[in-house]
């Protein structure tokens, strides 16, 4: 093939329009080989055939291996579908120890707490008990220190009648103070003697 402008084409372009046109060759014809029914149906059942041998041939080997007593490749997937759920088992039952350990945790903080709380009330009333103690026992001697000129009181028992006490001295207070008045018991009246009448003559 001359060329337009009067030179002889190389070997390169010679082999590159061999090329294109090898190649239009080949795709005109797969299209033909592809669109063909004939094509079609023995690509299809060559397809099933090779399927149909494949099951036959699992088959085979699984008979063969439960002669054997070894484990089939159904076997071993199962296995590996069971360890997978038992694996996500053990690591919920993990999450739930997990939180039932925080929550205990929390428990005894909080327990702890309280328990240091109370004991702080506890010496806090204890304090104030004994603040009340000694402002008890200094009470007496605050009573016993009275001013000159001051009626004495001595003390009654419990269950005594309070009895006001007026002191000699008009500029001080009255002091209340409580008498104790033992009820004495009563004596009985003298019986009356009946009279004699006279008789009559």
Request: glycine share 4%.
């Amino acid at each position: 093939m001359a060329d337009p402008r009067g030179k002889t084409p190389g070997p390169s372009r010679f082999g590159e329009q061999l090329y294109q046109s090898w190649e239009k060759a080949m795709g005109a014809w797969w299209d033909q080989v592809l669109q063909s029914p004939a094509f079609l149906g023995a690509m299809s059942e060559n397809l099933s055939a090779r399927t149909q041998a494949r099951a036959t041939y699992e088959r085979t080997m699984e008979g063969a291996m439960d002669r054997m007593h070894l484990p089939t490749r159904k076997d071993i997937v199962r296995v590996a579908r069971v360890a997978t759920l038992l694996e996500e088992r053990l690591l919920a039952q993990e999450d739930l120890l997990l939180s039932l350990k925080d929550q205990l945790a929390a428990a005894q903080r909080e327990s702890v707490q309280a328990r240091i709380e109370s004991m702080q009330a506890r010496i806090e009333l204890q304090d104030e008990l004994r603040a009340l103690r000694a402002e008890l026992s200094a009470a007496p001697a605050v009573l016993a220190v009275s001013p000159p000129g001051a009626p004495r009181v001595a003390a009654s028992p419990p269950g005594a009648p309070v009895v006001a006490v007026a002191p000699a001295d008009a500029a001080a207070p009255a002091v209340v103070v409580a008498a104790s008045v033992a009820a004495a018991p009563a004596e009985p009246a003298p019986a009356r003697k009946p009279r004699a009448r006279k008789a009559t003559p």
